[in-house]
């Protein structure tokens, strides 16, 4: 599956289309057809359905499912109404023509502002792709009438009020449990608030052929079954000092586990040695958590006498987990940008990062920490994860991967439409250290040879189909950051 935004799903319609009404029907009826099938698949128990009608032409997909309902309704025992919250459709709108055809095959139409729902499943037909800006009053209405029902909630092409490029509101939006999305996926369902509003979602390309895309290359749905391909399988003489070396950097005092997570983690995804630098009083429960990674205590004492920049003797560096924003903490991120290696700067180290230490290969930050290095409100970020990807690793020069709901991954100087999405992933992950999981895995790829952008794709579907996998044995509730860790081998085990 790849991803769309607003302008070239509205450029492949239009192409598909070509100013023939007979053409534009057509695609709403596959349209309204598809959402029926759907509505029978996902709802088979539902007896009421009620369906709720803009103006436009998401009204008229609503119609067509409405007058199929209404026609098979002997057999399913369905009863189906539309409740009209926009104006009729404009005479020169194909949207007309089905609500003419749903108000001949008898489907009850109400009309007054006075409408109650009480439905099994409420089907969202207000607002499509081309509407732009804050909904109307009458519109916001419904869309809260239909967040506060008990009902099911199935959108078609995006839940009504959401932005497809984004994912956001400008006021509201329907919070879905079902979405089927038309022709393609519009990218903003697929990250941040906007997945959390689409639920299930379902794409269905209405009968498209690859030609009707030319030109609507999409953004790319990055799964672990497709980037695995990237990492190096192993060869038959490996030994341990071919296979990389990674120093983690951290554990202050009191969070030695975030940097003992990190370090296991780089071990499981077959990075031949792994160093932890970190206080003393984190040597002995590292080592007995996992006694085949080599600990390098660090004190107080300067640094630059007591041990030289990390050397050529390690391949990747990783600092941040649990590092702390002390003295102590920054002077070891000055220190890891000394040696010149691959570096993945993570939790702490990224509020400790400065201008002068224009080092990182890739950087993981949540959306807090992504506002603190872009000077803005989290809710900024949460708004247009795109953009601020976008802006992080132009400013950072370094590969950026936003974390959250739908992760996103960017490569310096990436435009909107080279951005990665990680659509894996589910939210019993929000859980601590389950970040530090994360940045091991990816910086024990990096260690491993494997490029910045690479490691970090494979490093966030590795993490994701894990934390998947770890929520189908236990659930999403109780699910910690060290069960993933017992996936990863599953997962590897193809690559050798």
């Known amino acids: 599956m790849r991803a769309y935004?607003?302008?070239?799903?509205?450029?492949?319609?239009?192409?598909?289309?070509?100013?023939?009404?007979?053409?534009?029907?057509?695609?709403?009826?596959?349209?309204?057809?598809?959402?029926?099938r759907l509505l029978r698949a996902q709802f088979p128990s539902a007896r009421r359905v009620q369906v709720l009608c803009g103006s436009g032409n998401n009204a008229g997909d609503g119609y067509v499912l409405a007058a199929l309902a209404q026609s098979e309704a002997r057999t399913t025992g369905i009863e189906v109404e539309v409740i009209r919250v926009g104006n009729l459709p404009k005479p020169q709108e194909?949207?007309?023509?089905?609500?003419?055809?749903?108000?001949?095959?008898?489907?009850?139409?109400?009309?007054?502002?006075?409408?109650?729902l009480r439905a099994d499943?409420?089907?969202?037909?207000?607002?499509?792709?081309?509407?732009q800006g804050a909904p109307r009053p009458e519109f916001a209405t419904a869309i809260a009438q239909m967040n506060a029902s008990h009902a099911s909630v199935l959108s078609l092409d995006l839940p009504s009020g959401m932005h497809p490029d984004t994912g956001s509101a400008s006021s509201s939006m329907v919070r879905a449990d079902v979405t089927i999305s038309f022709i393609g996926a519009k990218r903003g369902m697929l990250t941040g608030l906007g997945k959390a509003a689409t639920g299930t979602?379902?794409?269905?390309?209405?009968?498209?052929?690859?030609?009707?895309?030319?030109?609507?290359?999409?953004?790319?749905?990055?799964?672990?079954?497709?980037?695995?391909?990237?990492?190096?399988?192993?060869?038959?003489?490996?030994?341990?000092?071919?296979?990389?070396?990674?120093?983690?950097?951290?554990?202050?005092t009191g969070m030695g586990g975030a940097a003992i997570m990190a370090a296991e983690s780089a071990l499981y995804v077959g990075t031949g040695l792994v160093t932890l630098a970190t206080r003393q009083e984190h040597v002995l429960p590292a080592l007995a958590r996992c006694p085949e990674v080599m600990l390098l205590p660090l004190e107080s004492t300067p640094f630059e006498r007591e041990h030289s920049a990390p050397k050529m003797n390690y391949n990747a560096v990783v600092i941040g987990p649990g590092l702390g924003r002390s003295e102590w903490g920054a002077r070891l991120l000055t220190w890891a940008a000394a040696s010149n290696l691959p570096m993945l700067v993570d939790g702490d180290g990224l509020a400790l990062l400065r201008e002068d230490i224009n080092h990182p290969a890739v950087i993981t930050p949540h959306p807090g920490e992504a506002a603190r290095l872009l000077g803005c409100r989290t809710q900024e970020v949460s708004q247009d994860r795109f953009a601020a990807t976008e802006r992080l690793a132009s400013r950072c020069k370094a590969v950026t991967l936003l974390k959250g709901a739908g992760s996103l991954v960017a490569a310096p100087n990436s435009s909107h439409d080279h951005i990665d999405i990680c659509a894996e992933g589910n939210p019993g992950m929000a859980t601590a250290g389950s970040g530090d999981v994360l940045a091991g895995i990816i910086g024990g790829f990096l260690a491993q040879g494997v490029n910045p952008l690479d490691a970090t794709r494979c490093g966030a579907c590795l993490h994701a189909a894990a934390g998947d996998l770890a929520a189908g044995s236990m659930g999403q509730r109780s699910?910690?950051?060290?069960?993933?860790?017992?996936?990863?081998?599953?997962?590897?085990?193809?690559?050798?």
């Open 479 to 496: 699910l910690k950051a060290t069960d993933l860790l017992e996936h990863l081998p599953e997962l590897l085990r193809e690559l050798g």
């Open 5 to 36: 935004s607003r302008d070239s799903i509205l450029a492949i319609e239009g192409r598909v289309i070509s100013g023939d009404p007979a053409t534009a029907f057509d695609l709403m009826r596959r349209a309204g057809s598809a959402a029926y």
């Open 94 to 116: 194909t949207a007309l023509i089905a609500y003419k055809e749903a108000e001949e095959s008898g489907v009850p139409i109400v009309t007054s502002n006075n409408y109650e």
């Open 121 to 131: 499943v409420l089907v969202d037909a207000l607002l499509g792709t081309g509407v």
């Open 201 to 252: 979602l379902i794409v269905d390309r209405l009968g498209l052929s690859q030609s009707d895309f030319q030109g609507h290359t999409g953004q790319a749905l990055i799964s672990w079954a497709e980037v695995k391909s990237k990492l190096p399988a192993l060869d038959v003489n490996a030994h341990k000092h071919g296979l990389g070396h990674l120093l983690v950097i951290g554990g202050d």
